[in-house]
């Protein structure tokens, strides 16, 4: 079945490591999201891309970056995480950027010690 | 800017309906999805509105006013797996806001 693969489930780093979460897809989709939800709230986009194009949301904070090496594949880098960026990291696709609905990943809970 | 609200949390009786409402108020409006989200579970498309009027999809309906920014999901027949969030979001330049979700809590 075509989907969107996250590894892995749960990822705990160190205060200050650097870590980074991977996101696959067979969907063969041009979009991927990476989105940062907290419990009880909404699922906050970070950034996205259309295919090799990179839209970053204003309020991203600088310590998360992303790459997409290819239409597959799409990495989220954390480069100092802080408490405060323990969260549910999900991945989304759609086709294209016409109001398309998106597929989710199951995400990767991220914990800080 | 972009403002999207749901209520918190909603309680039902199993083989009931109920009527999940959702306001927006967004700078630009290309159309308004719904998601279920079981607990630590990725959320799940339900239902897509980009036309004032009644979506149906089986025991799933959902409702679009684009003059009052208002939509709801209607789940009919309830059961007890249909206990998860229910997103709101809505769509623009390609991106998707969301709201912060109605916790549905189904009880026998």
């Known amino acids: 079945d075509a989907m969107v693969i996250q590894n892995p489930r749960y990822q705990v780093t160190q205060f200050g490591k650097p870590v980074t979460l991977s996101c696959s897809q067979t969907?063969?989709?041009?979009?991927m999201y990476w989105y940062q939800q907290k419990s009880s709230q909404a699922p906050k986009l970070l950034f996205h891309?259309?295919?090799?194009?990179?839209?970053n949301e204003a309020d991203t904070p600088d310590n998360f970056q992303s790459r997409r090496p290819n239409t597959s594949f799409c990495f989220l880098d954390i480069r100092s995480p802080g408490l405060g960026d323990a969260a549910m990291y999900l991945c989304?696709?759609?086709?294209?950027?016409?109001?398309?609905?998106?597929?989710f990943g199951d995400g990767t809970r991220l914990s800080i010690l | 800017g972009q403002n999207i609200d749901q209520p918190t949390e909603m309680t039902a009786t199993e083989g009931a309906i109920v009527q999940i409402n959702c306001t927006y108020q967004?700078?630009?409006?290309?159309?308004l999805f719904w998601y279920q989200q079981h607990a630590g579970e990725a959320p799940t498309f339900l239902s897509y509105?980009?036309?004032?009027g009644l979506e149906e999809k089986g025991r799933f309906s959902s409702f679009l006013s684009r003059s009052k920014g208002y939509s709801y999901l209607l789940l009919k027949e309830l059961q007890m797996k249909d206990s998860a969030s229910y997103l709101c979001?809505?769509?623009?330049?390609?991106?998707?806001?969301f709201g912060d979700g109605t916790t549905l809590t189904v009880k026998p």
């Open positions: 509105n980009v036309l004032d």
């Open positions: 891309y259309y295919d090799k194009d990179f839209n």
């Open positions: 967004t700078s630009g409006f290309n159309g």
């Open positions: 969907l063969n989709h041009n979009v």
């Open positions: 979001a809505v769509s623009n330049a390609g991106k998707s806001t």
């Open positions: 989304a696709t759609s086709l294209d950027r016409s109001n398309q609905p998106q597929h």
